[in-house]
């Protein structure tokens, strides 16, 4: 049995980290931009590669930001962010943002390990469908999404960033919007 074996834990597979088919990179540019700012990448799910060190990370941004502990609080949160009558009214306006984090918050369910990876393209493939019965391009999303991060408190300010990271990942031959808007999930 290796070190690894003894404390419960696998080396992880780059594999694991990474999307493997255009389905599952186009889930990874929900949040790409999110990503990127950060400080993570948009190659990654959740935006950092799946080992021991970013599970506990992300276990504590989901716990301390969104209240969210296990497997369940993981699919209940991605929910409520995909529900309409949270991006009702005034809500509308952030409502690219809450799809994105709703995606996000599955990634990280699976980085953290609360979901298995199945687990996570189910939920996040139900982020998909909701965005593009809104949204009609990668550019449509983003700029909403863009907008919905101006309306979030404490990062208003950052949206020069965001559109700036945008432009980047769009010019990218391989980036996460290179991949059709129509893509089969």
């Known amino acids: 049995m290796g070190l690894f074996g003894l404390f419960g834990g696998t080396k992880s597979d780059p594999a694991d980290s990474m999307p493997q088919n255009d389905a599952?990179?186009?889930i990874t540019g929900i949040y790409a931009l999110w990503s990127e700012y950060c400080g993570g990448s948009y190659k990654f799910?959740?935006?950092y590669e799946k080992n021991r060190s970013n599970a506990s990370m992300v276990r504590g941004v989901l716990n301390g930001d969104w209240l969210?502990?296990?497997k369940q609080g993981v699919l209940e949160m991605v929910?409520?962010?995909i529900d309409d009558k949270n991006n009702a009214g005034e809500e509308a306006k952030k409502s690219a943002f809450n799809y994105g984090c709703a995606a996000n918050i599955a990634a990280?369910?699976?980085l953290g390990g609360y979901l298995t990876r199945e687990?996570?393209?189910t939920a996040s493939v139900k982020v998909a469908e909701v965005?593009?019965?809104k949204y009609h391009s990668w550019h449509e999303f983003a700029q909403a999404y863009i907008e919905g991060v101006g309306l979030e408190s404490g990062v208003s300010e950052k949206q020069p960033e965001f559109f700036e990271i945008y432009d980047r990942l769009s010019a990218l031959p391989?980036?996460?919007y290179s991949v059709a808007w129509e893509t089969p999930l």
């Open 45 to 47: 799910f959740g935006g």
């Open 68 to 70: 969210v502990t296990n």
């Open 79 to 81: 929910d409520y962010l």
């Open 131 to 133: 965005i593009r019965t």
């Open 174 to 176: 391989d980036g996460p």
């Open 108 to 110: 990280r369910g699976y």
């Open 24 to 26: 599952e990179r186009w």
């Open 119 to 121: 687990e996570m393209m």
